[in-house]
Nanobody
Framework: QVQLVESGGGLVQAGGSLRLSCAAS????????MDWYRQAPGKQRELVAGITSGSSTLYADSVKGRFTISRDNAKNTVYLQMNSLKPEDTAVYYC????????????????WGQGTQVTVSS
């Protein structure tokens, strides 16, 4: 089994910054892509940013130029640097990873973290 644990959420003023971290642990052989999603009250969960094992990245249009995703493969950790935060960024942010374990052969499985709350005040 693989566990993903997010950290770094909190309360911040509009225009401020936060950095989220997500650390994967367990019997990990390799991790393909890692992603950040978010879900605001009453809204559908949406993809915020993603990064491949080769460090190619993608971003939702709403966060381009403000957020930066990165990863540290030695630590099995993905980060989301969030700058120029807006009230509409308020949501629970979830980490997602496509993971191959030592027991899964050539197959990958998707795992989710429990989420971390980000609140941006106006």
């Amino acid at each position: 089994q693989v566990q993903l644990v997010e950290s770094g959420g909190g309360l911040v003023q509009a225009g401020g910054s936060l950095r989220l971290s997500c650390a994967a642990s367990g019997s990990i052989f390799s991790i393909n892509s890692m992603d950040w999603y978010r879900q605001a009250p009453g809204k559908q969960r949406e993809l915020v940013a993603g990064i491949t094992s080769g460090s190619s990245t993608l971003y939702a249009d709403s966060v381009k130029g403000r957020f930066t995703i990165s990863r540290d493969n030695a630590k099995n950790t993905v980060y989301l640097q969030m700058n120029s935060l807006k009230p509409e960024d308020t949501a629970v942010y979830y980490c997602n990873a496509d993971v191959r374990t030592y027991y899964s052969g050539t197959y990958y499985e998707v795992y989710w973290g429990q989420g971390t709350q980000v609140t941006v005040s106006s």
